[in-house]
């Protein structure tokens, strides 16, 4: 399922593009496009490669060179906790 919600994800913002001429995309379209590429970033961080690090773990890990370019904030509404992140597997330190 993951799958198609990214390709529906993908298809809005392709239609979007192609029914509204640039010159007439304004704010609220780039809200849309914005949404839709954070959605899209969620997707792929609830994927198997990621996995959620809560606070203050995850205050461990931001000042690692790469953490700006592959955490992603998870929504505090959804989980319930702030400053919470999917860190890329690969990056979690194991004690």
């Known amino acids: 399922m993951e799958n198609k ?4 994800l993908q298809e809005a913002k392709h239609y979007i593009t192609e029914l509204i001429p640039k010159e007439e995309q304004g704010r609220y ?3 849309i496009f ?3 590429d954070s959605a899209t970033k ?6 198997d490669s990621y996995t959620l690090v809560l606070w ?3 205050q461990s890990y931001m000042d690692e060179p790469w953490f700006d ?3 992603v904030l998870a929504d505090c509404d959804s989980i ?4 919470a992140f999917f860190i890329p597997t690969e990056y979690i ?3």
């Open 5 to 8: 919600v990214y390709n529906g």
């Open 29 to 31: 379209h780039k809200e």
């Open 34 to 36: 914005d949404a839709i």
């Open 42 to 47: 969620m997707l792929e961080a609830q994927s």
């Open 56 to 58: 203050p773990e995850s």
């Open 69 to 71: 370019d592959h955490a």
């Open 80 to 83: 319930g906790e702030s400053q």
């Open 93 to 95: 330190v194991k004690d």
